[in-house]
């Protein structure tokens, strides 16, 4: 069923404590989207990705902006190294790719669908 807006996450930091209360969905190689609205396809959307230990996803350009908290482990792009409690802005028209060596839960909330390149 369809999430109705608005709805309030009132700690979205302890899904890291407990990932199995999600339910996840396979995104790309590695990586688990759990949607919180919006498909994906096109428009704002937000959603939480879970990586595996090694996971990563290709480069690819923002259309809009692009905001990423890191609730859990870390992840890495061309920047640095992005630990728990970070968070991301990524401005439309930047590019980068994306790995996370120890695995990692952000919550994810996009403007536009990401390109990938």
Same mark, same amino acid.
């Given at each position: 069923?369809?999430?109705?807006?608005? +709805?309030?996450? =009132? #700690?979205?930091?302890?899904?890291?404590? $407990?990932? %199995?209360?999600v339910?996840? !969905?396979? +995104?790309? &190689?590695? @990586? %688990?989207?759990? !949607?919180?609205?919006?498909?994906?396809? &096109?428009?704002a /959307? =937000?959603?939480?990705?879970r990586?595996?230990?090694?996971? /990563? @996803?290709?480069?690819?350009?923002? $259309?809009?902006?692009?905001?990423i908290?890191?609730? /859990?482990? /870390?992840?890495?792009? &061309?920047?640095?190294?992005?630990? =728990?409690g970070?968070?991301? @802005? #990524?401005?439309?028209?930047t590019?980068?790719?994306?790995?996370?060596? %120890?695995?990692c839960?952000?919550?994810?909330?996009? &403007?536009?669908?990401? @390109? +990938?390149?």
């Amino acid at each position: 069923m369809p999430v109705q807006l608005p +709805f309030i996450v =009132a #700690n979205v930091a302890a899904v890291a404590a $407990r990932p %199995e209360s999600v339910p996840w !969905r396979r +995104f790309r &190689e590695g @990586v %688990e989207i759990h !949607r919180l609205y919006g498909d994906g396809s &096109e428009g704002a /959307s =937000a959603a939480l990705l879970r990586y595996a230990p090694g996971a /990563s @996803v290709p480069q690819h350009v923002h $259309r809009g902006h692009e905001h990423i908290l890191v609730l /859990s482990g /870390s992840q890495s792009d &061309e920047r640095g190294l992005h630990r =728990a409690g970070t968070l991301v @802005v #990524n401005t439309p028209g930047t590019r980068h790719s994306v790995a996370s060596a %120890e695995g990692c839960i952000v919550l994810a909330i996009w &403007e536009q669908p990401v @390109v +990938f390149i």
